[in-house]
Each structure stands twice: as structure tokens, then as C-alpha cells.
T-cell receptor, first 113, second 117 residues
Framework: GENVEQHPSTLSVQEGDSAVIKCTYS??????FPWYKQELGKRPQLIIDIRSNVGEKKDQRIAVTLNKTAKHFSLHITETQPEDSAVYFC????????????FGRGTSLIVHP | GAVVSQHPSRVICKSGTSVKIECRSL??????MFWYRQFPKQSLMLMAT?????????EQGVEKDKFLINHASLTLSTLTVTSAHPEDSSFYIC?????????????FGPGTRLTVL
């Protein structure tokens, strides 16, 4: 089955700095990679996703890159703000049909004002 | 966008009682629903996957007779924690996945905080 490793487990940055969270996956068939943000006591919310037919996707201060050959993908947050503080989860899965996404263990991002 | 509701948001019960948690997809048909358990500062632990009209598929180590899952319609799945004990106290989160434009992404409910006394 799929195995997703996520690093680091904790990331502390100063406001305005960039933050990068990395994930690796094991199943080369995986072709859909969403990222979720979970604030304390709340639901995980999709913030960005990428499919295997593209290498990079951006949405304002957030970007995700995918290297299919190396089987890793990363979340990049620029100009971090205190409200970016949360736990971020990556996931890997297949599109279409019945599949079970595999989540990383999460990264606790702390942005210091 | 896709909205998933979960009820109740918080429940406190006595040991030995059963608790039912509902998960609803409000604006799309959820062909698959997932139930997760999350401990403080930990990742999402998948408990089971349910497809509408079928029996749920449980992950290894999850007792299906203790955590009863029903996915009777395309918009509703329920998780019943039977004979709850203090060790069942946790944050339970459901998610739903549909078809078409909602076919790839999981949309999560707000979670249910269960406390068993």
C-alpha cells in the first residue's frame, strides 16, 4: 500500500518568512496530492491540490510542487502570517474509482509575530 | 463548494452508553465516506471507509462491532460507538467524497468531540 512521509513534524518561523513542508510517497501510481490545513479543534480544510500531470501550482501565497520521478511533493508558503499557524497534512491518492487516500503525519507550523 | 456537516459537535456520556454521530454531505452526493479518529496533536487515523449501500470496510485493529457504521443514503453516514468507555474519548471526524467535480477531494466535517466519563 501507499506510504506517505511528511517532514518536518514541527516548523517555527518568523512572520514574513517562507515555510516549506515536504512529503514523499511510495506508490508511483498515486496521481492526486491534496494539502489540508487544520486549525486547533477544527476540521481539516483543503488549501491546495495538485495532480500528476503538472509540476507546480500556485494560489496567492501558497504553492505546491511535485516531482514524480523522485516521488515527492512540497508545500510552500511565502510571507507567512500568524494566521497561517496550524497543522498541515499532505496526502497521496488515486483519482477515480474507490481508493483510500493516505495522509502524512502532519506538520505543526508556528508563525511568530 | 462542498459542505459536510457533523452532529453532534460535542458529546459527553457515561461509560457503557452508546453514542451516534451523524455525518451529512449538504450539497453533493457522497458515494464514499470516511471516518477518522484524531488524538491531540496527532494525525488522522482512518477507522473505516463506507460506500453508500455497502458494508463498511474497517482498518486493521478497529473493532467493527464496537464502531458501527451505516451509510444508508448518498448524503448520510452514521458512526455509533457502542458501550463507550473512557478510552474511546477522542475527536471523531468524518469526510465525504462524491463524483464528478467532487470526485477526487475529501471534504471534512467539523468533527465530534466525544468524552466518556
Amino acid at each position: 500500500g501507499e506510504n506517505v512521509e511528511q517532514h518536518p513534524s514541527t516548523l517555527s518561523v518568523q512572520e514574513g518568512d517562507s515555510a516549506v513542508i515536504k512529503c514523499t510517497y511510495s506508490d508511483s501510481a498515486s496521481n492526486y496530492f491534496p494539502w489540508y490545513k487544520q486549525e486547533l479543534g477544527k476540521r481539516p480544510q483543503l488549501i491546495i491540490d495538485i495532480r500528476s500531470n503538472v509540476g507546480e501550482k500556485k494560489d496567492q501565497r501558497i504553492a505546491v510542487t511535485l516531482n514524480k520521478t523522485a516521488k515527492h511533493f512540497s508545500l510552500h508558503i511565502t510571507e507567512t502570517q500568524p494566521e497561517d499557524s496550524a497543522v498541515y497534512f499532505c496526502a497521496a491518492s488515486l483519482t477515480g474509482g474507490s481508493y483510500i487516500p493516505t495522509f502524512g503525519r502532519g506538520t505543526s507550523l508556528i508563525v511568530h509575530p | 463548494g462542498a459542505v459536510v456537516s457533523q452532529h453532534p459537535s460535542r458529546v459527553i456520556c457515561k461509560s457503557g452508553t452508546s453514542v451516534k454521530i451523524e455525518c451529512r454531505s449538504l450539497d453533493f452526493q457522497a458515494t464514499t465516506m470516511f471516518w477518522y479518529r484524531q488524538f491531540p496533536k496527532q494525525s488522522l487515523m482512518l477507522m473505516a471507509t463506507s460506500n453508500e449501500g455497502s458494508k463498511a470496510t474497517y482498518e486493521q485493529g478497529v473493532e467493527k462491532d464496537k464502531f458501527l457504521i451505516n451509510h444508508a443514503s448518498l448524503t448520510l453516514s452514521t458512526l455509533t460507538v457502542t458501550s463507550a468507555h473512557p478510552e474511546d474519548s477522542s475527536f471523531y471526524i468524518c469526510s465525504a467524497r462524491g463524483t464528478g467535480g467532487f470526485g477526487d477531494t475529501q471534504y471534512f466535517g467539523p468533527g465530534t468531540r466525544l468524552t466518556v466519563l
